[in-house]
């Protein structure tokens, strides 16, 4: 059995949210706060399957509990090949959507450039948005969380989400 972490950096709780919504449907995996709970970027050797969550702040960077384990592993550059990974993360579409979701797509890049397998893209349908680094091919290289302006939408989305990694990962 895939031993999955739910690795996240939440300001508001929004992605708090989304990562408990997640264990739930991932029995048996763990949860990391990034403020609480990380250790360093070795951390991520103990588990098969990475789920990052991060929201987006500024211009369009991950959430500030983020900020040092991403350096490090930019500047250590571990090798991760053969971890799974997916990302999910919080926006506020309307108020924000020059960089809606970005947070993301930059975590995309690094994770894959080191080698882990990226999967979990969602359509981008049902979002109304300017920009975000986080689409890829017309799809968003995770999921995408807006409890400003879709609140109503994130457990069903979660929980879709969930069941599309599970299949894709063959879990």
């Known amino acids: 059995m895939a031993k999955v972490g739910i690795f996240f950096g939440s300001s508001s709780g929004v992605?708090?949210?989304?990562?408990?919504?997640?264990?739930?449907?991932?029995?048996?995996?763990e949860l990391i706060d990034m403020e609480e709970d990380f250790d360093g970027i070795d951390q991520f050797e103990d588990f098969d399957v990475l789920l990052i969550g991060s929201s987006t702040w500024g211009q369009g960077d991950p959430q500030r509990d983020w900020v040092d384990p991403l350096y490090e592993l930019d500047n250590e550059r571990p090798d991760l090949d053969g971890k799974k990974v997916a990302f999910f993360?919080?926006?506020?579409?309307?108020?924000?959507?020059?960089?809606?979701?970005?947070?993301?797509?930059?975590?995309?890049?690094?994770?894959?450039?080191?080698?882990?397998?990226?999967?979990?893209?969602?359509s981008t349908s049902g979002y109304e948005y300017e920009f975000s680094l986080a689409e890829r091919e017309g799809k968003f290289c995770g999921l995408g969380i807006d409890d400003v302006n879709q609140e109503d939408l994130t457990e069903e989305r979660v929980k879709t989400w969930a069941s599309q990694l599970k299949?894709?990962?063959g879990l």
Request: no cysteine; net charge negative; hydrophobic share 35%.
């Open 15 to 29: 992605t708090r949210g989304a990562a408990e919504l997640l264990a739930d449907e991932f029995k048996g995996s």
């Open 89 to 122: 993360g919080a926006g506020d579409q309307k108020t924000h959507g020059e960089h809606f979701l970005s947070a993301l797509g930059k975590m995309y890049d690094l994770f894959t450039s080191l080698g882990a397998s990226a999967y979990g893209f969602t």
């Open 167 to 169: 299949s894709e990962m």
